[in-house]
Protein backbone atom coordinates (compact mmCIF):
# COMPACT_ATOMS: atom_id res chain seq x y z
CA UNK A 1 0.00 0.00 0.00
CA UNK A 2 0.94 3.57 -1.06
CA UNK A 3 2.35 5.63 2.25
CA UNK A 4 -1.21 7.97 1.58
CA UNK A 5 -3.29 4.66 1.39
CA UNK A 6 -1.86 3.43 4.55
CA UNK A 7 -2.87 6.68 6.38
CA UNK A 8 -6.27 6.82 4.94
CA UNK A 9 -6.61 3.19 6.11
CA UNK A 10 -5.46 3.52 9.49
CA UNK A 11 -7.95 6.91 9.96
CA UNK A 12 -10.63 4.67 8.71
CA UNK A 13 -10.13 2.14 10.92
CA UNK A 14 -10.08 4.00 14.00
CA UNK A 15 -13.33 5.77 12.36
CA UNK A 16 -14.70 2.54 11.43
CA UNK A 17 -14.04 0.94 14.91
CA UNK A 18 -15.68 4.42 16.95
CA UNK A 19 -19.03 4.03 14.50
CA UNK A 20 -19.34 0.27 15.42
CA UNK A 21 -19.85 1.03 18.84
CA UNK A 22 -22.54 3.52 18.13
CA UNK A 23 -24.23 0.78 16.01
CA UNK A 24 -24.19 -1.56 19.36
CA UNK A 25 -25.30 1.46 21.48
CA UNK A 26 -27.11 4.37 19.75
CA UNK A 27 -29.06 5.45 22.82
CA UNK A 28 -26.64 7.98 23.54
CA UNK A 29 -28.08 10.29 20.14
CA UNK A 30 -31.57 9.89 21.34
CA UNK A 31 -30.39 11.50 24.58
CA UNK A 32 -28.27 14.26 22.74
CA UNK A 33 -30.98 15.00 20.33
CA UNK A 34 -33.19 16.73 23.33
CA UNK A 35 -31.36 20.10 23.25
CA UNK A 36 -32.02 21.06 19.75
CA UNK A 37 -35.30 20.02 19.51
CA UNK A 38 -35.89 22.45 22.67
CA UNK A 39 -34.30 25.19 21.79
CA UNK A 40 -36.05 25.08 18.42
CA UNK A 41 -39.60 24.69 19.89
CA UNK A 42 -39.27 26.80 22.95
CA UNK A 43 -36.54 29.60 22.52
CA UNK A 44 -36.97 29.76 18.89
CA UNK A 45 -40.86 30.06 19.26
CA UNK A 46 -40.42 32.66 22.33
CA UNK A 47 -38.01 34.77 20.47
CA UNK A 48 -40.04 34.60 17.21
CA UNK A 49 -42.49 35.74 18.88
CA UNK A 50 -41.60 38.86 20.63
CA UNK A 51 -39.79 39.81 17.48
CA UNK A 52 -37.35 40.80 19.93
CA UNK A 53 -33.89 40.12 17.34
CA UNK A 54 -34.23 41.26 13.62
CA UNK A 55 -33.21 39.13 10.99
CA UNK A 56 -34.41 41.41 8.13
CA UNK A 57 -36.08 39.31 5.85
CA UNK A 58 -35.71 35.53 7.02
CA UNK A 59 -38.24 34.19 9.93
CA UNK A 60 -36.59 34.21 12.99
CA UNK A 61 -37.28 30.73 13.45
CA UNK A 62 -35.60 29.77 10.11
CA UNK A 63 -32.57 31.98 10.92
CA UNK A 64 -32.73 29.81 14.45
CA UNK A 65 -32.65 26.64 12.68
CA UNK A 66 -28.96 26.29 11.58
CA UNK A 67 -27.66 28.29 13.92
CA UNK A 68 -29.38 25.54 16.50
CA UNK A 69 -27.66 22.84 14.39
CA UNK A 70 -24.28 24.01 14.65
CA UNK A 71 -24.54 24.42 18.64
CA UNK A 72 -25.35 20.31 18.45
CA UNK A 73 -22.61 19.82 16.47
CA UNK A 74 -20.26 21.43 19.10
CA UNK A 75 -21.57 19.86 22.14
CA UNK A 76 -21.69 16.66 20.50
CA UNK A 77 -18.04 17.34 19.48
CA UNK A 78 -16.66 19.07 22.40
CA UNK A 79 -17.43 16.55 25.01
CA UNK A 80 -15.75 13.87 22.98
CA UNK A 81 -12.02 14.46 24.71
CA UNK A 82 -13.91 12.44 27.43
CA UNK A 83 -13.41 9.71 25.56
CA UNK A 84 -9.89 9.37 25.47
CA UNK A 85 -9.08 10.19 28.51
CA UNK A 86 -11.36 7.32 29.49
CA UNK A 87 -9.33 5.29 26.95
CA UNK A 88 -6.00 5.98 28.14
CA UNK A 89 -7.30 4.97 31.54
CA UNK A 90 -7.75 1.77 30.36
CA UNK A 91 -4.53 1.32 28.24
CA UNK A 92 -6.38 1.29 24.72
CA UNK A 93 -4.51 4.79 23.71
CA UNK A 94 -1.40 3.35 24.81
CA UNK A 95 -2.11 0.34 22.20
CA UNK A 96 -2.44 2.82 19.59
CA UNK A 97 0.46 5.10 20.39
CA UNK A 98 2.32 1.63 19.85
CA UNK A 99 1.09 0.95 16.34
CA UNK A 100 3.09 2.14 13.35
CA UNK A 101 0.00 4.43 13.18
CA UNK A 102 0.91 8.11 12.31
CA UNK A 103 -0.73 10.18 15.25
CA UNK A 104 -2.72 12.25 13.01
CA UNK A 105 -4.20 9.67 11.70
CA UNK A 106 -5.65 8.63 14.92
CA UNK A 107 -6.60 12.29 15.17
CA UNK A 108 -8.27 12.35 12.14
CA UNK A 109 -9.95 9.07 12.62
CA UNK A 110 -11.99 10.21 15.88
CA UNK A 111 -12.53 13.38 14.40
CA UNK A 112 -14.41 11.53 11.59
CA UNK A 113 -16.29 9.61 13.46
CA UNK A 114 -17.64 12.75 15.90
CA UNK A 115 -18.93 14.12 12.21
CA UNK A 116 -20.93 10.66 12.16
CA UNK A 117 -22.61 11.33 15.44
CA UNK A 118 -22.97 15.26 14.16
CA UNK A 119 -24.90 14.25 11.48
CA UNK A 120 -27.36 12.00 13.17
CA UNK A 121 -28.42 15.32 14.85
CA UNK A 122 -28.78 17.09 11.52
CA UNK A 123 -31.11 14.72 10.60
CA UNK A 124 -33.10 15.29 13.87
CA UNK A 125 -32.66 18.71 13.40
CA UNK A 126 -34.09 19.04 9.82
CA UNK A 127 -36.99 16.87 10.71
CA UNK A 128 -38.13 19.29 13.71
CA UNK A 129 -37.36 22.69 11.21
CA UNK A 130 -39.76 20.84 8.58
CA UNK A 131 -42.26 20.21 11.26
CA UNK A 132 -41.98 23.91 11.96
CA UNK A 133 -42.03 25.26 8.86
CA UNK A 134 -38.83 26.05 8.22
CA UNK A 135 -38.14 27.17 4.35
CA UNK A 136 -35.58 24.22 3.71
CA UNK A 137 -33.26 23.84 0.58
CA UNK A 138 -33.52 20.19 -0.53
CA UNK A 139 -31.27 20.11 -3.62
CA UNK A 140 -29.07 17.67 -3.75
CA UNK A 141 -25.75 19.91 -4.01
CA UNK A 142 -27.02 22.15 -0.48
CA UNK A 143 -27.54 18.44 1.30
CA UNK A 144 -24.02 18.16 0.23
CA UNK A 145 -22.80 21.13 1.12
CA UNK A 146 -24.63 20.46 4.64
CA UNK A 147 -23.28 17.51 5.45
CA UNK A 148 -19.53 18.88 4.09
CA UNK A 149 -20.18 21.56 6.89
CA UNK A 150 -21.09 19.28 9.93
CA UNK A 151 -18.26 16.77 9.21
CA UNK A 152 -15.91 19.87 8.93
CA UNK A 153 -17.55 21.19 11.96
CA UNK A 154 -17.42 18.20 14.19
CA UNK A 155 -13.85 17.33 13.46
CA UNK A 156 -12.68 20.77 14.23
CA UNK A 157 -14.29 20.80 17.48
CA UNK A 158 -14.03 17.17 18.53
CA UNK A 159 -10.10 17.97 17.48
CA UNK A 160 -10.22 20.99 19.71
CA UNK A 161 -11.28 18.69 22.44
CA UNK A 162 -8.75 15.61 21.96
CA UNK A 163 -5.90 18.58 22.41
CA UNK A 164 -7.68 20.26 25.47
CA UNK A 165 -7.98 16.55 27.06
CA UNK A 166 -4.37 15.93 26.14
CA UNK A 167 -3.48 18.86 28.31
CA UNK A 168 -5.83 18.40 31.36
CA UNK A 169 -5.64 14.32 31.45
CA UNK A 170 -8.04 13.88 33.66
CA UNK A 171 -11.74 13.47 33.74
CA UNK A 172 -12.79 16.50 36.11
CA UNK A 173 -10.66 18.91 34.75
CA UNK A 174 -12.00 18.22 31.15
CA UNK A 175 -15.74 18.70 32.61
CA UNK A 176 -14.75 21.67 33.81
CA UNK A 177 -12.74 23.24 31.11
CA UNK A 178 -15.53 21.56 28.69
CA UNK A 179 -18.59 23.81 30.31
CA UNK A 180 -16.46 26.78 30.54
CA UNK A 181 -15.64 26.94 26.75
CA UNK A 182 -18.69 25.82 24.73
CA UNK A 183 -20.92 28.80 26.11
CA UNK A 184 -18.79 31.31 25.10
CA UNK A 185 -18.24 29.85 22.09
CA UNK A 186 -21.72 29.42 21.10
CA UNK A 187 -23.12 33.45 22.41
CA UNK A 188 -19.85 34.57 21.04
CA UNK A 189 -21.04 33.28 17.85
CA UNK A 190 -24.35 34.83 15.38
CA UNK A 191 -26.36 31.13 15.93
CA UNK A 192 -28.71 32.94 17.47
CA UNK A 193 -28.54 36.24 16.59
CA UNK A 194 -27.40 38.26 13.73
CA UNK A 195 -23.52 39.83 14.11
CA UNK A 196 -24.78 43.08 13.05
CA UNK A 197 -26.96 43.80 16.29
CA UNK A 198 -23.61 42.64 18.49
CA UNK A 199 -21.75 45.59 20.11
CA UNK A 200 -17.97 46.04 18.85
CA UNK A 201 -16.12 43.94 20.61
CA UNK A 202 -18.56 41.03 20.90
CA UNK A 203 -18.19 41.47 16.74
CA UNK A 204 -14.76 40.97 17.06
CA UNK A 205 -14.59 37.76 18.74
CA UNK A 206 -17.57 36.40 16.83
CA UNK A 207 -15.09 37.06 13.52
CA UNK A 208 -12.24 34.59 15.30
CA UNK A 209 -15.01 32.26 16.00
CA UNK A 210 -14.71 29.45 13.70
CA UNK A 211 -18.55 28.14 14.67
CA UNK A 212 -19.66 31.56 13.39
CA UNK A 213 -18.36 30.20 9.58
CA UNK A 214 -20.13 27.08 10.49
CA UNK A 215 -23.30 28.82 10.82
CA UNK A 216 -22.77 31.17 8.73
CA UNK A 217 -22.00 28.30 5.72
CA UNK A 218 -25.45 26.44 7.09
CA UNK A 219 -27.58 29.45 7.01
CA UNK A 220 -26.62 29.45 3.52
CA UNK A 221 -27.27 25.75 2.60
CA UNK A 222 -30.00 24.98 4.80
CA UNK A 223 -32.40 27.15 3.87
CA UNK A 224 -34.11 28.08 0.71
CA UNK A 225 -34.26 32.04 1.12
CA UNK A 226 -30.86 31.83 3.08
CA UNK A 227 -27.53 33.93 2.26
CA UNK A 228 -24.00 33.79 3.17
CA UNK A 229 -23.21 36.96 5.30
CA UNK A 230 -19.67 35.58 5.12
CA UNK A 231 -19.05 34.19 2.14
CA UNK A 232 -19.11 30.06 1.33
CA UNK A 233 -15.56 30.03 -0.15
CA UNK A 234 -14.29 32.00 3.06
CA UNK A 235 -16.73 29.81 5.57
CA UNK A 236 -15.22 26.26 4.03
CA UNK A 237 -11.54 27.82 3.75
CA UNK A 238 -11.91 28.82 7.46
CA UNK A 239 -13.06 25.03 8.52
CA UNK A 240 -10.90 23.69 6.53
CA UNK A 241 -7.85 25.68 7.06
CA UNK A 242 -8.71 25.58 11.28
CA UNK A 243 -8.88 21.55 11.26
CA UNK A 244 -5.97 21.13 9.77
CA UNK A 245 -3.95 23.24 11.97
CA UNK A 246 -5.35 21.78 14.74
CA UNK A 247 -4.84 17.70 13.37
CA UNK A 248 -1.29 18.68 13.02
CA UNK A 249 -0.88 20.12 16.70
CA UNK A 250 -2.84 17.60 18.26
CA UNK A 251 -0.78 14.48 16.60
CA UNK A 252 2.17 16.42 18.42
CA UNK A 253 0.36 16.39 21.71
CA UNK A 254 -0.96 13.04 21.69
CA UNK A 255 1.70 11.08 23.06
CA UNK A 256 1.38 13.45 26.11
CA UNK A 257 -1.40 11.55 27.36
CA UNK A 258 -0.10 8.29 28.35
CA UNK A 259 2.86 10.42 30.60
CA UNK B 1 7.54 -16.63 6.87
CA UNK B 2 7.44 -13.55 9.49
CA UNK B 3 5.97 -10.99 7.05
CA UNK B 4 7.36 -8.42 9.80
CA UNK B 5 11.21 -8.98 8.48
CA UNK B 6 12.28 -5.63 7.41
CA UNK B 7 15.50 -5.38 5.46
CA UNK B 8 17.64 -4.75 8.82
CA UNK B 9 20.99 -5.70 10.30
CA UNK B 10 20.34 -9.32 10.88
CA UNK B 11 23.90 -10.00 12.06
CA UNK B 12 21.88 -8.89 15.58
CA UNK B 13 21.64 -12.27 17.33
CA UNK B 14 20.40 -9.70 20.42
CA UNK B 15 17.01 -8.65 19.07
CA UNK B 16 16.70 -5.90 22.20
CA UNK B 17 19.79 -3.60 23.46
CA UNK B 18 20.23 -1.00 25.94
CA UNK B 19 23.04 0.93 26.68
CA UNK B 20 23.19 3.58 29.52
CA UNK B 21 19.04 3.67 29.23
CA UNK B 22 18.11 6.25 31.53
CA UNK B 23 14.89 8.20 32.13
CA UNK B 24 14.27 11.42 34.73
CA UNK B 25 10.60 13.48 35.80
CA UNK B 26 12.22 16.62 37.55
CA UNK B 27 14.40 15.24 40.15
CA UNK B 28 13.18 11.75 39.85
CA UNK B 29 15.69 9.32 38.19
CA UNK B 30 12.70 6.31 37.24
CA UNK B 31 15.10 4.46 35.32
CA UNK B 32 19.09 4.71 36.01
CA UNK B 33 21.62 4.22 33.14
CA UNK B 34 20.55 0.59 32.34
CA UNK B 35 22.31 -1.87 30.22
CA UNK B 36 21.13 -4.88 29.03
CA UNK B 37 20.35 -7.11 25.91
CA UNK B 38 17.81 -10.11 25.17
CA UNK B 39 18.27 -12.58 22.66
CA UNK B 40 16.38 -13.94 19.66
CA UNK B 41 13.54 -16.18 20.86
CA UNK B 42 14.29 -15.56 24.51
CA UNK B 43 11.27 -15.02 26.95
CA UNK B 44 13.06 -12.62 29.03
CA UNK B 45 11.66 -11.47 32.80
CA UNK B 46 11.87 -7.65 34.54
CA UNK B 47 11.28 -8.47 38.07
CA UNK B 48 10.92 -5.78 40.60
CA UNK B 49 8.68 -3.70 42.96
CA UNK B 50 6.18 -0.56 41.74
CA UNK B 51 8.47 2.23 41.31
CA UNK B 52 11.59 0.32 40.49
CA UNK B 53 11.12 1.87 36.95
CA UNK B 54 9.61 -1.71 34.85
CA UNK B 55 6.92 -0.04 33.89
CA UNK B 56 9.00 3.58 32.40
CA UNK B 57 11.43 0.67 30.70
CA UNK B 58 8.47 -0.60 29.24
CA UNK B 59 7.11 2.53 27.78
CA UNK B 60 10.66 3.51 26.34
CA UNK B 61 11.11 0.49 24.80
CA UNK B 62 7.32 0.54 23.26
CA UNK B 63 8.44 4.38 21.74
CA UNK B 64 6.11 5.65 23.80
CA UNK B 65 8.54 7.61 26.19
CA UNK B 66 11.21 9.13 25.24
CA UNK B 67 14.57 8.42 27.15
CA UNK B 68 16.51 11.21 28.51
CA UNK B 69 20.00 9.46 28.45
CA UNK B 70 21.04 6.91 26.49
CA UNK B 71 20.06 4.51 24.05
CA UNK B 72 17.96 1.81 23.26
CA UNK B 73 17.63 -0.96 20.08
CA UNK B 74 14.81 -3.12 19.30
CA UNK B 75 14.99 -5.50 16.20
CA UNK B 76 18.33 -3.46 15.19
CA UNK B 77 15.77 0.04 15.22
CA UNK B 78 16.93 2.94 17.35
CA UNK B 79 13.83 3.83 19.55
CA UNK B 80 14.25 7.27 18.92
CA UNK B 81 15.58 7.98 15.44
CA UNK B 82 13.53 5.06 13.84
CA UNK B 83 10.65 4.69 16.66
CA UNK B 84 7.97 4.22 13.67
CA UNK B 85 9.87 1.04 12.66
CA UNK B 86 10.29 -0.01 16.01
CA UNK B 87 6.48 0.02 16.42
CA UNK B 88 6.01 -1.96 13.28
CA UNK B 89 7.93 -5.08 14.81
CA UNK B 90 6.69 -4.93 18.25
CA UNK B 91 3.31 -6.07 19.97
CA UNK B 92 2.51 -4.64 23.50
CA UNK B 93 0.23 -5.75 26.04
CA UNK B 94 -0.11 -3.25 28.70
CA UNK B 95 -0.96 -4.24 32.57
CA UNK B 96 -4.65 -3.18 32.61
CA UNK B 97 -7.20 -5.16 30.66
CA UNK B 98 -7.18 -2.57 27.55
CA UNK B 99 -9.84 -4.71 25.08
CA UNK B 100 -12.92 -2.48 24.23
CA UNK B 101 -15.78 -3.67 25.92
CA UNK B 102 -18.41 -1.79 23.87
CA UNK B 103 -16.54 -4.04 20.92
CA UNK B 104 -16.85 -7.97 20.10
CA UNK B 105 -13.51 -9.56 20.55
CA UNK B 106 -13.40 -10.17 16.58
CA UNK B 107 -14.54 -5.93 16.06
CA UNK B 108 -11.49 -5.26 18.83
CA UNK B 109 -9.01 -7.54 16.48
CA UNK B 110 -10.41 -6.27 13.01
CA UNK B 111 -9.34 -2.36 14.22
CA UNK B 112 -5.98 -3.78 15.15
CA UNK B 113 -5.44 -5.80 11.82
CA UNK B 114 -6.09 -2.46 9.66
CA UNK B 115 -3.98 -0.23 12.26
CA UNK B 116 -1.07 -2.64 11.22
CA UNK B 117 -1.83 -2.40 7.91
CA UNK B 118 -2.24 -5.92 7.00
CA UNK B 119 -3.36 -6.40 3.49
CA UNK B 120 -7.00 -6.60 3.17
CA UNK B 121 -7.09 -10.12 2.30
CA UNK B 122 -5.52 -11.14 4.84
CA UNK B 123 -7.02 -9.24 7.96
CA UNK B 124 -9.87 -12.45 8.10
CA UNK B 125 -7.85 -15.11 7.91
CA UNK B 126 -5.34 -13.46 10.38
CA UNK B 127 -7.74 -12.71 12.55
CA UNK B 128 -9.11 -15.91 12.79
CA UNK B 129 -6.32 -17.78 13.43
CA UNK B 130 -5.44 -15.24 16.02
CA UNK B 131 -8.78 -16.18 17.63
CA UNK B 132 -8.43 -19.70 17.33
CA UNK B 133 -5.00 -19.80 18.73
CA UNK B 134 -6.32 -18.41 22.12
CA UNK B 135 -9.19 -20.47 22.27
CA UNK B 136 -12.02 -17.41 22.08
CA UNK B 137 -13.56 -18.26 18.79
CA UNK B 138 -16.83 -19.40 20.31
CA UNK B 139 -16.45 -16.04 22.19
CA UNK B 140 -15.48 -13.91 18.85
CA UNK B 141 -19.14 -12.45 18.37
CA UNK B 142 -19.63 -11.49 21.89
CA UNK B 143 -19.77 -8.21 23.65
CA UNK B 144 -15.94 -7.79 25.14
CA UNK B 145 -17.58 -6.46 28.29
CA UNK B 146 -18.99 -10.62 28.94
CA UNK B 147 -15.93 -11.42 28.45
CA UNK B 148 -14.34 -12.76 31.74
CA UNK B 149 -10.54 -11.29 32.60
CA UNK B 150 -8.70 -14.49 31.30
CA UNK B 151 -10.49 -14.31 28.08
CA UNK B 152 -9.52 -10.32 27.70
CA UNK B 153 -6.14 -11.07 28.41
CA UNK B 154 -5.93 -13.68 25.53
CA UNK B 155 -7.92 -11.68 23.42
CA UNK B 156 -5.18 -8.50 24.30
CA UNK B 157 -2.22 -11.41 23.21
CA UNK B 158 -4.14 -12.92 20.18
CA UNK B 159 -4.50 -8.93 18.95
CA UNK B 160 -0.57 -7.80 19.56
CA UNK B 161 0.12 -10.84 17.32
CA UNK B 162 -1.87 -10.13 14.79
CA UNK B 163 1.11 -8.90 12.82
CA UNK B 164 3.59 -11.12 14.05
CA UNK B 165 5.69 -9.26 15.28
CA UNK B 166 9.30 -10.53 16.45
CA UNK B 167 8.82 -9.04 19.78
CA UNK B 168 6.21 -8.71 21.91
CA UNK B 169 5.83 -6.39 25.43
CA UNK B 170 4.15 -8.10 28.44
CA UNK B 171 3.20 -5.88 31.52
CA UNK B 172 2.19 -7.97 34.22
CA UNK B 173 0.48 -10.42 32.05
CA UNK B 174 -1.85 -12.69 34.41
CA UNK B 175 -2.10 -10.22 37.38
CA UNK B 176 -5.57 -10.77 39.01
CA UNK B 177 -6.26 -13.79 36.87
CA UNK B 178 -7.71 -16.77 38.73
CA UNK B 179 -5.13 -19.76 38.68
CA UNK B 180 -6.80 -21.67 35.51
CA UNK B 181 -6.68 -18.78 33.40
CA UNK B 182 -3.11 -18.18 34.62
CA UNK B 183 -2.00 -20.99 33.55
CA UNK B 184 -4.32 -20.63 30.06
CA UNK B 185 -2.08 -17.48 29.69
CA UNK B 186 1.26 -19.29 30.45
CA UNK B 187 0.61 -22.09 28.00
CA UNK B 188 -0.16 -19.64 25.03
CA UNK B 189 2.63 -17.60 25.60
CA UNK B 190 5.14 -20.90 25.71
CA UNK B 191 3.45 -21.45 22.38
CA UNK B 192 3.70 -18.58 20.96
CA UNK B 193 7.58 -19.21 21.27
CA UNK B 194 7.47 -22.06 19.99
CA UNK B 195 5.35 -21.69 17.15
CA UNK B 196 6.86 -18.32 16.20
CA UNK B 197 10.22 -17.95 17.59
CA UNK B 198 8.62 -14.60 19.29
CA UNK B 199 11.14 -12.72 21.92
CA UNK B 200 9.23 -12.19 25.15
CA UNK B 201 9.75 -9.49 26.87
CA UNK B 202 7.56 -9.44 30.03
CA UNK B 203 7.41 -7.87 34.07
CA UNK B 204 6.40 -9.55 36.85
CA UNK B 205 6.03 -9.71 40.41
CA UNK B 206 5.18 -13.55 40.34
CA UNK B 207 7.77 -16.05 41.63
CA UNK B 208 5.64 -19.02 39.84
CA UNK B 209 5.44 -17.06 36.54
CA UNK B 210 9.10 -16.02 36.13
CA UNK B 211 10.17 -19.48 37.15
CA UNK B 212 7.20 -21.04 34.73
CA UNK B 213 8.18 -18.69 31.98
CA UNK B 214 11.51 -17.19 31.69
CA UNK B 215 15.13 -17.88 30.75
CA UNK B 216 16.38 -15.05 32.46
CA UNK B 217 15.50 -12.30 34.43
CA UNK B 218 16.47 -8.73 35.49
CA UNK B 219 16.16 -7.33 38.90
CA UNK B 220 15.44 -4.10 38.82
CA UNK B 221 15.62 -1.61 41.92
CA UNK B 222 15.15 2.25 41.83
CA UNK B 223 16.08 1.88 38.60
CA UNK B 224 19.14 0.04 38.39
CA UNK B 225 19.64 -3.62 37.19
CA UNK B 226 21.08 -5.62 40.46
CA UNK B 227 21.37 -8.95 38.97
CA UNK B 228 20.52 -10.43 35.97
CA UNK B 229 20.98 -13.67 34.61
CA UNK B 230 19.10 -17.26 34.15
CA UNK B 231 17.37 -18.51 37.42
CA UNK B 232 19.14 -20.81 38.64
CA UNK B 233 22.84 -18.37 38.48
CA UNK B 234 21.08 -16.30 40.49
CA UNK B 235 19.98 -18.80 42.88
CA UNK B 236 23.13 -20.44 42.89
CA UNK B 237 24.13 -16.65 42.94
CA UNK B 238 22.65 -16.49 46.58
CA UNK B 239 24.54 -19.60 47.93
CA UNK B 240 21.67 -21.55 48.20
CA UNK B 241 21.03 -23.71 44.83
CA UNK B 242 17.09 -24.14 46.07
CA UNK B 243 15.82 -20.00 47.16
CA UNK B 244 12.99 -19.35 46.37
CA UNK B 245 12.33 -16.77 44.23
CA UNK B 246 11.82 -14.74 47.18
CA UNK B 247 14.98 -15.07 48.91
CA UNK B 248 16.63 -14.54 45.94
CA UNK B 249 14.67 -11.24 45.26
CA UNK B 250 15.52 -10.14 48.87
CA UNK B 251 19.05 -10.93 48.31
CA UNK B 252 19.57 -9.14 45.48
CA UNK B 253 17.62 -5.92 46.84
CA UNK B 254 17.55 -5.82 50.13
CA UNK B 255 13.13 -5.66 50.01
CA UNK B 256 10.34 -8.10 50.10
CA UNK B 257 8.80 -8.90 46.31
CA UNK B 258 5.67 -7.03 47.50
CA UNK B 259 2.70 -9.01 47.94
CA UNK B 260 0.87 -5.34 49.16
CA UNK B 261 1.75 -4.07 45.46
CA UNK B 262 0.67 -7.30 44.16
CA UNK B 263 -2.84 -6.39 45.59
CA UNK B 264 -3.37 -3.57 44.71
CA UNK B 265 -2.42 -4.45 40.99
CA UNK B 266 -5.29 -7.33 41.38
CA UNK B 267 -7.49 -4.88 42.70
CA UNK B 268 -7.28 -2.54 39.96
CA UNK B 269 -7.54 -5.54 37.54
CA UNK B 270 -10.89 -6.09 39.46
CA UNK B 271 -11.95 -2.56 38.77
CA UNK B 272 -11.44 -2.99 35.49
CA UNK B 273 -13.18 -6.19 35.36
CA UNK B 274 -16.26 -4.09 36.98
CA UNK B 275 -15.72 -1.28 34.54
CA UNK B 276 -16.06 -3.90 31.31
CA UNK B 277 -19.06 -5.16 33.10
Known sequence: ?259 | MNDAALARDDRVADVLTTLGLTRRFGHLTAVDSLTLSVGAGEIFGLLGRNGAGKSTLIKMLTTLLPPTAGSARVGGYDIVHDASRVRAIIGYVPQSLSADGELTGRENLAVFARLYDLPRLMRAQRVDEGLAFMGLTEAADTMVRAYSGGMIRRLEIAQSMLHRPPVLFLDEPTVGLDPVAREAVWAHIRELRKRYGTTIVLTSHYMDEVEQLCDRVAILRQGRSVALGALAELKAGTGDPAASLDAVFAYFTGDAVESGAAYRETSLTRQDFQRHG
Open chain 1, 1 to 259: MGAIARYCNDAFAIADMEVRKLRHDPGELATRAIQPVLWLLVFGQVFAHTRAIPTGEVAYIDFLAPGILAQSVLFVAIFYGISVIWERDLGIVHKFLVSPAPRTALVLGKALSAGVRALSQAVIVYAVALVMGVGMDWSAAALAGVVALVVLGAALFSTFSLIIACVVKTRERFMGIGQVLTMPLFFASNAIYPIAIMPDWLKWIAHVNPLTYEVDGLRALMLERGASGLGLPLDFAVLTGTLALLVLCCGRMYPRIVV
